[in-house]
T-cell receptor, first 112, second 114 residues
């Protein structure tokens, strides 16, 4: 089983739609969680951190369920500029220290 | 700050040749990471350094790969000899763990081995 699993998509949605991405992780000792965004042929960039209580940043809402080892990202009122790949990222403490593990990403395409 | 700088941006080489990828992290960051990204496997951590010391190289695919960080502002990833299956985008990232876990990525080096 992969450490971080995501639905690869693609999700094709019209502008203005609400779309949700899910992610599961296997290491119950994972400590920190993030969503990164990667545009085509560009580097990944941090979109938002995910807190236990859930957090919101404008049109973006992230949720964490530690019991189910599940993370979600909700995007409301989708814009064309939201088209990208969204990477679920988990920070875990291992024998060599802590490190980030990236999911393979969920691709979103927003159409006019 | 200019961000993480990587060179070259593109590299095309023939099988068997040595390839050296370079990275300059953001000034003041104490962690440096090398990743490889392919369509099939996504983003994989190869190795990371803390204060120029390699901490975890368990992601390095095999002995053909080596990485060094001779000082706080420079790191190299070397592949010798290169093989077609090494074709991928190689990212370098750095972070300041005193403030957050956020990693700042460079633009990547797109490597093609023919």
């Amino acid at each position: 089983r992969k450490e971080v699993e995501q639905d690869p998509g693609p999700f094709n949605v019209p502008e203005g739609a609400t779309v949700a991405f899910n992610c599961t992780y296997s290491n119950s000792a994972s400590q920190s969680f993030f969503w990164y965004r990667q545009d085509c042929r560009k580097e990944p960039k941090l979109l938002m951190s995910v807190y236990s209580s859930g957090n919101e940043d404008g049109r973006f809402t992230a949720q964490l369920n530690r019991a189910s080892q599940y993370i979600s990202l909700l995007i409301r009122d989708s814009k064309l500029s939201d088209s990208a790949t969204y990477l679920c990222v988990v920070n875990s403490l291992g024998s060599s220290g802590d490190k980030l593990t990236f999911g393979t990403g969920t691709r979103l395409a927003v159409r006019p | 700050d200019a961000g993480v700088i990587q060179s070259p941006r593109h590299e095309v080489t023939e099988m068997g040749q040595e390839v050296t990828l370079r990275c300059k992290p953001i000034s003041g960051h104490d962690y440096l990471f090398w990743y490889r990204q392919t369509m099939m496997r996504g983003l994989e951590l190869l190795i990371y350094f803390n204060n120029n010391v390699p901490i975890d190289d368990s992601g390095m695919p095999e002995d053909r790969f080596s990485a060094k960080m001779p000082n706080a502002s420079f790191s190299t990833l070397k592949i010798q000899p290169s093989e077609p299956r090494d074709s991928a985008v190689y990212f370098c990232a750095s972070s300041d763990r005193q403030t957050s876990y956020e990693q700042y990525f460079g633009p990547g080096t797109r490597l093609t081995v023919t």
